[in-house]
């Protein structure tokens, strides 16, 4: 499943491209500037100065959302329960190789990769992590109900490439791990996840684009649970959807991904999504397209 070449972004990080999934793993204008813009500004982790929280990290791959949250733990003296979930062990060796990757952070994160890559298991003073190495779609289970997250990570290959990870089923078991207010954030806008995590009750927010790319309309979704206006501080990072992204949700291209065992593979998932788009009644999501005036949908520049 694992051949990945080396990747040097614009920003001068160093990212992977998957030969078995055919995707980058970040987008090429930069790994690190992506992780601090989507995941990390998003986080609002101000919040927890000298506090707790617990964070699951969903396809953990170079383990930059993970490094990053650490970095800025360390420095507001917070304290962690983080949970990761790979499949696959060698984006995190390169990591481990890769001396531009292990100084972007404090030392300490590297000590932490290091117990994580060999022990599975970080523990100090503040910091408690646990990986949980295999399909996200079972090892998801293994987690302790009594956990519940402020902040999830989603950071799968695109829906279309690896749609095991963005269907109702098991976004209805990763949502259910979030705590009241608790943030779960993804660089994907597609409808589909989209309006799944609507339908689950969760209030959601689109993440604004950067400064270096005003030409994509959003830089993913952050979905809060429980919403309660008053709770939520104010984040310059996401706003409301536009009125083009609301009418992106009534688009077939908001007909969700199903895997009602979590087993299927992801040929499967997507046939049976397409078969479901072709028998739906739902606008057409060309119509949309011309209506806004886009000809190409993409959330994340991978390719280019
Ligand atoms: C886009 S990359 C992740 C980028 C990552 N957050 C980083 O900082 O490098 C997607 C990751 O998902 C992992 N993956 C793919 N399918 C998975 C599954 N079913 N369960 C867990 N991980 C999976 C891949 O091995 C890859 O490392």
């Known amino acids: 499943m694992s051949e990945l070449i080396e990747v040097l972004t614009k920003d001068g990080s160093y990212s ?8 980058n793993f970040h987008s090429l204008l930069g790994a690190l500037e992506e992780t601090k813009s989507k995941f990390t500004a998003t986080s609002d982790l101000q919040r927890f100065k000298g506090k707790s929280l617990s964070v ?3 396809c953990f791959g170079l383990g930059y959302n993970s490094a990053s949250l650490l970095n800025e733990l360390i420095k507001q003296k917070s304290y962690l329960n983080l949970y990761a979930l790979e499949i696959d062990k060698k984006p995190l060796e390169y990591s481990l190789r890769n001396e531009s990757f ?6 300490k994160v590297k000590r932490i990769f290091k117990s994580l890559y060999c022990n599975d298991y970080f523990e100090d003073q503040f910091f408690k992590c646990s990986f949980l190495w295999g399909d996200a779609r079972k090892k998801i289970n293994i987690i302790p109900p009594s956990i519940k997250f402020d902040l ?3 950071d799968g290959f695109s829906p279309q490439k690896c749609p ?16 009241p207010q608790g943030y779960l954030i993804t660089y994907s806008s597609s409808a589909a996840v989209r309006k799944t995590l609507r339908n689950f009750g969760l209030e959601i927010f689109t993440i604004k684009p950067s400064f270096n790319n005003k030409t994509l309309w959003s830089q993913g979704t952050v979905a809060i649970s429980k919403f309660h206006k008053n709770k939520l501080k104010a984040n310059f990072n996401f706003e409301k959807l536009s009125l083009m992204e609301e009418e992106h949700l009534l688009t077939k291209a908001s007909i969700p991904y199903r895997d009602k065992d979590l087993n299927l593979n992801k040929d499967d998932i ?7 788009q072709l028998l739906s009644n739902l606008l057409s999501t060309n119509k949309w397209r011309e209506k806004w005036g886009m000809t190409k949908l993409s959330s994340r520049v991978r390719f280019k």
């Open 270 to 276: 997507i046939k049976k999504r397409l078969d479901e």
């Open 16 to 23: 992977l491209r998957s030969v078995f999934f055919q995707e």
């Open 56 to 58: 699951l990290d969903i």
């Open 164 to 179: 095991q990870v963005w269907t109702i089923e098991f976004l209805s078991k990763v949502t259910e791990k979030l705590k």
């Open 152 to 154: 999830i990570y989603l």
């Open 102 to 107: 292990l100084k972007l952070w404090d030392p």
